[in-house]
């Protein structure tokens, strides 16, 4: 676990079920939340690119917010709605480790800004895309690779 994910599983520790450990944690936002904020729109503007982003959460079981603390552990995977900062507040979905069928990590890019799209398949089909911000592509690696049972590097 990095100094990031210990951060994250202390503040979420009353959320992990006994002997539950953290392995990975990245933050990340809706699908279109980059686009938002490339144009000025804002995740809570009326003009928000976030809608499909919306959809996707609401189907995948997630209840939307304006950004997230994704965290794997070694059950399940935690979303978590955050504070202005960005620290990871309180748990408001879990998805059981099982029920995911992968993760996987691709790029996205609007008015040549670069972003990790950090991409999540149910087992039933199911998909659901979160933005992270290009600093914060390394921690979104991890977890992917952690899901996958390789160690990031």
Do not use: N
């Not at 069928?101 to 040549?112: Q, S």
Request: hydrophobic share 40%; charged share 25%; net charge positive.
């Amino acid at each position: 676990m990095g100094e990031y994910t210990d951060k994250v599983a202390a503040r979420l520790a009353r959320a992990l079920e006994t002997g539950e450990h953290a392995l990975a944690a990245t933050p990340g936002a809706p699908r279109g939340a980059m686009r938002s904020i490339a144009f000025g729109d804002g995740p809570r503007s009326r003009r928000s690119h976030t809608g499909e982003g919306r959809a996707e959460l609401e189907a995948f079981g997630v209840p939307y917010a304006p950004q997230f603390v994704v965290v794997l552990t070694d059950r399940r995977l935690l979303w978590a709605r955050t504070t202005m900062t960005g620290r990871a507040r309180a748990v408001i979905a879990a998805i059981a480790r099982g029920d995911i069928d992968d993760i996987g990590l691709g790029e996205g890019r609007v008015l040549g800004q670069h972003y990790g799209e950090l991409r999540f398949t149910h087992r039933d089909g199911r998909r659901c895309t979160l933005e992270v911000a290009r600093p914060y592509v390394p921690r979104a690696s991890e977890l992917v690779a952690c899901f996958h049972g390789v160690a990031a590097g």
